[in-house]
């Protein structure tokens, strides 16, 4: 009996409850979390696009750079060769010389 009464009471006290003012409540409440949620992620989509954008024009800067240092490389290695020759051709010179000379100081 004890069990009847209580479920009647139950039943009652829903019937007095206004659900539809509920589930609106609810949805009022679901519906300003999405709102919030949906604010964040746009800020957050902005903050990363900004990051990206940045990333890429340190990209092309870095690439500008590494060009401009390979250059250079190429250069430098251009005018080692040619002071390798310059330096066998003097020797050659000086080699010369030296025979001249020693002959001069023989005779």
């Known amino acids: ?13 829903l019937n007095h409850l206004d659900l539809e003012s ?3 409540d609810q949805l009022a409440h679901l519906a300003a979390e999405m709102h919030e949620a949906h604010l964040s992620a746009q800020e957050a989509a902005k903050t990363i696009s ?9 990209k092309v800067e870095l690439g500008d750079a590494i060009d401009a240092s390979n250059s ?4 430098a ?5 040619k002071a390798k020759k310059m330096i066998k051709k ?3 010179l000086l080699s010369k010389s030296n025979r001249c000379v020693m002959r001069r100081l023989l005779s």
């Open 1 to 13: 009996m004890d069990r009847l009464e209580r479920d009647v009471d139950e039943w009652q006290r």
């Open 22 to 24: 509920s589930v609106n």
């Open 50 to 58: 900004s990051d990206l954008k940045s990333l890429e024009t340190r």
């Open 72 to 75: 250079a490389f190429l250069d």
């Open 77 to 81: 290695e251009d005018k080692i060769e």
């Open 90 to 92: 003097a020797n050659l």
